[in-house]
């Protein structure tokens, strides 16, 4: 079965044609690497189960409101976290994240075992600061016999917190799976194949 581990953000974007001295406005969207890969999928007609972590708070409940209507996500198989969602400002852009970075490594082993993953793509995101990239690793690492297919999506640069944490964490992946791969042009690493975005779901049929 194949399996997601990313994050679901809400952006909030400055509306600035509405906006006034008085008052502020800002669309909202839901996005983020696991939005962008169940999307992917569910065109595909490719079966899936999600890793994620949301936070118990109003925008935790927003997300999984969304992903339980919009992909058919069973609410049981959703992780919560008893952290807040975090609020980050990129420019003009408001960014609320739910809680991914609290994926433990006990997470990642229960996943893989109660849903038989064997083919795992991962927001490079969650591979590109720690603790949360230790843990997923970890958790890979000790069912490394189960997993044959690791795919990294390094699409959106833009979203990787510190590359040389991204470049170390795909190696030490690639040193347990055989066949990893990435999609992106942010890195080329030595043993793991480069793979496009549209080329995706041939690896996970």
Sequence with gaps: MNG?????????????????????YFRAYIGGTAIEEMDYFVDNNVPFYL????????QG??????????????EDDILTSSAPSALSM????????TAPSFIKKEDVIRFIDDKNIDKIVISSLLLSFDPVRKEIIEGIEKRKDKIKRVVIDAEDSTSIIMIEDLFEGIKRISSSIKECYISGDI???????????DMIKELFI
Excluded: P, Q
């Design 61 to 74: 409940e927003t997300h999984l409101d969304f992903i339980t209507s919009e992909y058919g996500l069973e």
């Design 187 to 197: 890195l080329n690493i030595e043993g793991v194949k480069r793979v496009s975005s």
């Design 51 to 58: 890793l994620t972590k949301l936070g118990k708070d109003m």
């Design 4 to 24: 997601i581990i990313g994050e679901i953000i809400t952006t909030l974007d400055y509306a600035g044609e509405v906006s006034n001295e008085k008052d502020t």
């Design 90 to 97: 990129e420019g003009t852009l408001l960014i609320k994240s």
